[in-house]
Protein backbone atom coordinates (compact mmCIF):
# COMPACT_ATOMS: atom_id res chain seq x y z
CA UNK A 1 0.00 0.00 0.00
CA UNK A 2 2.89 2.40 0.73
CA UNK A 3 4.57 1.66 -2.44
CA UNK A 4 1.32 2.56 -4.35
CA UNK A 5 0.74 6.47 -2.17
CA UNK A 6 2.83 8.33 -4.75
CA UNK A 7 1.00 6.79 -7.52
CA UNK A 8 -2.39 8.05 -6.10
CA UNK A 9 -1.64 11.15 -4.99
CA UNK A 10 -0.24 12.11 -8.61
CA UNK A 11 -3.29 10.70 -10.09
CA UNK A 12 -5.17 12.86 -7.53
CA UNK A 13 -3.29 15.97 -8.69
CA UNK A 14 -3.27 15.57 -12.22
CA UNK A 15 -6.86 14.82 -11.82
CA UNK A 16 -7.21 18.22 -9.46
CA UNK A 17 -4.98 19.99 -11.93
CA UNK A 18 -7.84 19.11 -14.71
CA UNK A 19 -10.46 20.08 -13.17
CA UNK A 20 -8.89 23.60 -12.70
CA UNK A 21 -7.91 23.86 -16.10
CA UNK A 22 -11.39 23.48 -16.99
CA UNK A 23 -13.31 25.94 -14.68
CA UNK A 24 -10.26 28.19 -14.79
CA UNK A 25 -8.36 28.25 -18.09
CA UNK A 26 -5.22 29.65 -18.20
CA UNK A 27 -4.84 32.30 -20.61
CA UNK A 28 -1.92 34.06 -21.65
CA UNK A 29 -1.34 37.56 -20.35
CA UNK A 30 -0.85 39.28 -23.55
CA UNK A 31 -3.66 37.79 -26.16
CA UNK A 32 -6.12 36.46 -23.02
CA UNK A 33 -6.22 33.45 -25.12
CA UNK A 34 -6.47 30.03 -23.60
CA UNK A 35 -2.80 28.68 -23.28
CA UNK A 36 -1.63 25.61 -21.20
CA UNK A 37 1.40 27.06 -18.88
CA UNK A 38 4.41 25.72 -20.17
CA UNK A 39 8.25 26.71 -20.08
CA UNK A 40 7.59 29.82 -20.56
CA UNK A 41 5.24 30.39 -17.97
CA UNK A 42 1.95 32.75 -18.75
CA UNK A 43 3.11 33.84 -21.95
CA UNK A 44 1.73 31.55 -24.81
CA UNK A 45 4.25 31.25 -27.68
CA UNK A 46 2.52 32.92 -30.39
CA UNK A 47 2.65 35.63 -28.56
CA UNK A 48 6.54 35.21 -27.71
CA UNK A 49 6.96 34.61 -31.93
CA UNK A 50 6.22 38.51 -32.41
CA UNK A 51 8.79 39.98 -30.07
CA UNK A 52 10.39 42.26 -32.58
CA UNK A 53 14.41 42.07 -32.63
CA UNK A 54 16.77 44.80 -33.21
CA UNK A 55 17.31 45.91 -36.81
CA UNK A 56 20.91 44.29 -37.71
CA UNK A 57 23.41 45.04 -37.71
CA UNK A 58 24.37 45.92 -34.30
CA UNK A 59 27.19 47.72 -32.78
CA UNK A 60 29.39 44.92 -30.77
CA UNK A 61 29.69 47.20 -27.90
CA UNK A 62 26.06 48.75 -27.02
CA UNK A 63 23.92 46.36 -29.38
CA UNK A 64 22.21 49.18 -30.53
CA UNK A 65 21.27 49.00 -34.77
CA UNK A 66 24.28 50.83 -36.28
CA UNK A 67 22.07 51.74 -39.23
CA UNK A 68 19.41 54.65 -39.48
CA UNK A 69 16.56 55.66 -41.62
CA UNK A 70 18.90 58.09 -42.86
CA UNK A 71 21.98 55.72 -43.73
CA UNK A 72 20.68 52.90 -45.96
CA UNK A 73 21.93 49.23 -45.94
CA UNK A 74 25.27 49.47 -48.04
CA UNK A 75 24.52 48.64 -51.98
CA UNK A 76 27.39 48.31 -54.30
CA UNK A 77 30.44 50.58 -53.86
CA UNK A 78 29.49 54.22 -52.59
CA UNK A 79 31.75 57.19 -52.58
CA UNK A 80 33.49 58.20 -49.45
CA UNK A 81 33.96 62.36 -49.34
CA UNK A 82 37.87 62.56 -47.94
CA UNK A 83 39.18 66.13 -46.97
CA UNK A 84 42.55 66.37 -48.81
CA UNK A 85 44.64 69.15 -48.58
CA UNK A 86 44.14 70.69 -52.11
CA UNK A 87 40.29 69.59 -52.37
CA UNK A 88 37.70 66.95 -51.43
CA UNK A 89 37.78 64.22 -53.36
CA UNK A 90 35.68 61.46 -53.85
CA UNK A 91 36.94 57.39 -53.14
CA UNK A 92 35.22 54.58 -53.36
CA UNK A 93 35.05 52.01 -49.99
CA UNK A 94 33.83 48.65 -49.50
CA UNK A 95 30.34 48.23 -49.80
CA UNK A 96 30.09 46.70 -46.68
CA UNK A 97 31.45 49.75 -44.48
CA UNK A 98 28.84 50.82 -41.99
CA UNK A 99 29.08 54.14 -39.62
CA UNK A 100 30.14 54.44 -36.61
CA UNK A 101 27.41 53.86 -33.63
CA UNK A 102 25.93 56.63 -32.52
CA UNK A 103 24.30 55.50 -29.46
CA UNK A 104 27.59 54.53 -27.95
CA UNK A 105 28.12 58.37 -27.04
CA UNK A 106 25.72 58.18 -24.20
CA UNK A 107 27.02 55.72 -22.53
CA UNK A 108 29.01 55.79 -19.52
CA UNK A 109 32.99 55.06 -20.48
CA UNK A 110 32.94 51.73 -17.74
CA UNK A 111 30.04 49.90 -19.68
CA UNK A 112 31.61 47.68 -21.16
CA UNK A 113 28.88 45.93 -23.60
CA UNK A 114 24.71 46.51 -23.40
CA UNK A 115 22.58 44.04 -24.48
CA UNK A 116 18.29 44.09 -25.17
CA UNK A 117 16.14 41.06 -26.38
CA UNK A 118 13.23 43.25 -27.94
CA UNK A 119 12.41 46.95 -29.54
CA UNK A 120 9.49 48.51 -27.22
CA UNK A 121 7.78 50.31 -30.57
CA UNK A 122 6.78 47.02 -32.23
CA UNK A 123 5.71 43.79 -31.94
CA UNK A 124 4.61 42.24 -28.33
CA UNK A 125 7.60 43.78 -26.37
CA UNK A 126 6.28 47.01 -24.57
CA UNK A 127 3.21 44.60 -23.84
CA UNK A 128 4.90 42.24 -22.27
CA UNK A 129 6.81 44.84 -20.24
CA UNK A 130 3.91 46.14 -19.42
CA UNK A 131 1.92 43.17 -18.20
CA UNK A 132 5.18 42.49 -15.82
CA UNK A 133 5.38 46.03 -14.37
CA UNK A 134 2.28 47.23 -14.10
CA UNK A 135 -0.80 45.12 -14.51
CA UNK A 136 1.07 42.04 -11.34
CA UNK A 137 2.07 39.57 -13.48
CA UNK A 138 5.16 38.43 -12.00
CA UNK A 139 5.40 35.30 -13.77
CA UNK A 140 5.89 36.73 -16.81
CA UNK A 141 9.22 37.28 -16.37
CA UNK A 142 10.27 33.92 -16.69
CA UNK A 143 9.51 34.26 -20.74
CA UNK A 144 11.55 37.38 -20.69
CA UNK A 145 14.37 35.51 -18.62
CA UNK A 146 14.48 32.81 -21.04
CA UNK A 147 15.26 35.29 -23.88
CA UNK A 148 17.51 37.46 -22.21
CA UNK A 149 19.70 33.94 -21.61
CA UNK A 150 19.91 33.44 -25.48
CA UNK A 151 21.49 37.27 -26.16
CA UNK A 152 24.94 37.12 -27.25
CA UNK A 153 28.04 38.34 -25.28
CA UNK A 154 31.69 39.23 -26.26
CA UNK A 155 33.46 36.36 -25.05
CA UNK A 156 35.35 38.78 -22.45
CA UNK A 157 32.19 39.64 -20.63
CA UNK A 158 31.10 35.70 -20.53
CA UNK A 159 34.17 34.97 -19.22
CA UNK A 160 34.42 37.91 -16.60
CA UNK A 161 30.74 38.60 -15.31
CA UNK A 162 30.62 37.35 -11.50
CA UNK A 163 27.26 38.57 -10.66
CA UNK A 164 23.49 40.17 -11.81
CA UNK A 165 22.78 43.14 -10.08
CA UNK A 166 19.61 44.11 -10.53
CA UNK A 167 18.30 48.42 -11.05
CA UNK A 168 16.97 48.97 -7.39
CA UNK A 169 13.31 50.49 -7.09
CA UNK A 170 12.26 53.30 -4.56
CA UNK A 171 11.27 51.89 -1.37
CA UNK A 172 7.49 53.87 -1.95
CA UNK A 173 7.59 52.61 -5.25
CA UNK A 174 8.43 48.60 -4.53
CA UNK A 175 5.68 49.12 -1.49
CA UNK A 176 2.57 50.11 -4.35
CA UNK A 177 4.00 47.28 -6.89
CA UNK A 178 5.37 44.36 -4.55
CA UNK A 179 8.10 43.39 -6.26
CA UNK A 180 11.24 45.08 -8.05
CA UNK A 181 10.23 43.45 -11.85
CA UNK A 182 14.22 43.98 -12.51
CA UNK A 183 15.07 41.55 -9.80
CA UNK A 184 12.06 38.96 -11.45
CA UNK A 185 14.21 39.23 -14.44
CA UNK A 186 17.62 38.63 -12.38
CA UNK A 187 16.24 35.81 -10.44
CA UNK A 188 14.81 34.22 -13.98
CA UNK A 189 18.03 34.61 -15.79
CA UNK A 190 20.56 33.86 -13.27
CA UNK A 191 20.14 29.77 -13.34
CA UNK A 192 20.44 29.80 -17.29
CA UNK A 193 23.67 31.93 -16.51
CA UNK A 194 24.86 30.19 -13.45
CA UNK A 195 25.24 33.74 -12.04
CA UNK A 196 24.01 34.70 -8.29
CA UNK A 197 21.62 37.27 -7.97
CA UNK A 198 23.05 40.00 -5.69
CA UNK A 199 19.72 42.63 -5.37
CA UNK A 200 21.36 44.54 -2.14
CA UNK A 201 24.68 45.41 -4.08
CA UNK A 202 23.13 48.76 -4.81
CA UNK A 203 20.32 50.83 -3.51
CA UNK A 204 18.55 53.96 -4.38
CA UNK A 205 19.01 56.60 -1.39
CA UNK A 206 16.48 58.86 -2.53
CA UNK A 207 13.06 59.06 -4.59
CA UNK A 208 13.13 60.03 -8.44
CA UNK A 209 10.38 60.85 -10.21
CA UNK A 210 9.51 58.39 -12.99
CA UNK A 211 11.11 58.53 -16.41
CA UNK A 212 8.71 58.06 -18.45
CA UNK A 213 7.41 61.84 -19.51
CA UNK A 214 11.11 63.18 -18.93
CA UNK A 215 13.39 64.60 -21.62
CA UNK A 216 16.76 63.27 -22.26
CA UNK A 217 18.44 65.70 -19.98
CA UNK A 218 15.98 65.46 -17.39
CA UNK A 219 16.20 62.24 -16.75
CA UNK A 220 19.74 62.63 -16.06
CA UNK A 221 19.31 65.13 -13.54
CA UNK A 222 16.40 62.72 -12.10
CA UNK A 223 18.70 59.91 -11.41
CA UNK A 224 22.20 61.70 -10.63
CA UNK A 225 23.41 60.40 -7.42
CA UNK A 226 20.63 58.19 -6.62
CA UNK A 227 22.45 54.99 -6.35
CA UNK A 228 25.17 53.91 -3.55
CA UNK A 229 26.94 50.45 -2.73
CA UNK A 230 26.48 49.81 0.53
CA UNK A 231 29.15 50.04 2.37
CA UNK A 232 29.35 45.95 3.39
CA UNK A 233 29.56 45.00 0.11
CA UNK A 234 32.31 47.24 -1.48
CA UNK A 235 35.15 44.55 -0.57
CA UNK A 236 32.79 41.55 -2.73
CA UNK A 237 32.24 43.64 -5.63
CA UNK A 238 35.95 45.42 -5.73
CA UNK A 239 37.48 44.85 -8.92
CA UNK A 240 34.62 42.60 -10.23
CA UNK A 241 33.04 42.69 -13.30
CA UNK A 242 29.07 42.66 -12.53
CA UNK A 243 25.87 42.81 -15.08
CA UNK A 244 23.27 45.64 -14.63
CA UNK A 245 19.99 44.13 -15.21
CA UNK A 246 16.57 45.94 -16.08
CA UNK A 247 13.19 46.03 -18.34
CA UNK A 248 14.03 48.71 -20.49
CA UNK A 249 17.17 50.58 -21.41
CA UNK A 250 15.75 54.27 -22.72
CA UNK A 251 18.16 57.03 -22.72
CA UNK A 252 20.84 55.10 -20.53
CA UNK A 253 20.72 57.44 -17.80
CA UNK A 254 19.19 55.61 -14.96
CA UNK A 255 22.55 53.00 -16.29
CA UNK A 256 24.93 55.54 -16.17
CA UNK A 257 23.90 56.11 -12.28
CA UNK A 258 24.15 52.90 -11.62
CA UNK A 259 27.36 52.50 -12.95
CA UNK A 260 28.97 55.27 -11.20
CA UNK A 261 27.44 54.24 -8.40
CA UNK A 262 29.22 50.67 -8.46
CA UNK A 263 32.51 52.34 -9.44
CA UNK A 264 32.57 54.24 -6.61
CA UNK A 265 31.72 51.06 -4.34
CA UNK A 266 34.81 49.14 -6.11
CA UNK A 267 33.42 47.85 -9.50
CA UNK A 268 35.87 47.30 -12.04
CA UNK A 269 34.00 47.26 -14.94
CA UNK A 270 30.22 46.92 -15.89
CA UNK A 271 27.68 45.55 -18.48
CA UNK A 272 23.98 45.68 -18.54
CA UNK A 273 20.74 43.62 -20.08
CA UNK A 274 17.91 44.50 -20.47
CA UNK A 275 14.37 42.58 -21.71
CA UNK A 276 13.40 45.64 -24.05
CA UNK A 277 15.08 48.62 -25.87
CA UNK A 278 13.55 52.02 -26.60
CA UNK A 279 14.00 53.40 -30.56
CA UNK A 280 15.97 55.83 -30.59
CA UNK A 281 15.05 58.59 -33.53
CA UNK A 282 15.85 57.84 -36.77
CA UNK A 283 16.13 54.46 -36.02
CA UNK A 284 15.78 52.06 -39.19
CA UNK A 285 12.18 49.94 -39.09
CA UNK A 286 12.42 46.38 -38.53
CA UNK A 287 12.55 44.52 -42.09
CA UNK A 288 9.56 41.16 -41.97
CA UNK A 289 12.87 39.18 -42.45
CA UNK A 290 14.12 40.50 -38.91
CA UNK A 291 10.94 38.05 -37.39
CA UNK A 292 13.23 35.15 -38.53
CA UNK A 293 16.63 35.83 -35.94
CA UNK A 294 13.65 35.85 -32.99
Known sequence: MTALAP?????VRAAGGGLLDLLLPAACVICRRPHRPDVDGIVCALCLSR???LTYPLCDRCGHPLLSLSVPLPEGRKAARVDTAD???D???SSTEIPPCRWCARLSPA???VRSVTRMDAGTGGDLVHALKYQGWSRAALAMGRRMARLDWPLDVREERVALIPIPLAAERLRERGYNQATLLAQALGPLWQLPVWPDALMRIRHTQSQVRLTPSERTSNVSQAFAVPVNWQARLRGQHVVLVDDVITTAATVNAA???LLDGGAR???CVTFGRAPDPGDRAAPDSDFTRN
Not at 7 to 11: G, L, N, T
Open 7 to 11: SWMAS
Open 51 to 53: LVP
Open 87 to 89: TPT
Open 91 to 93: IPT
Open 111 to 113: LRA
Open 259 to 261: VHA
Open 269 to 271: IIS
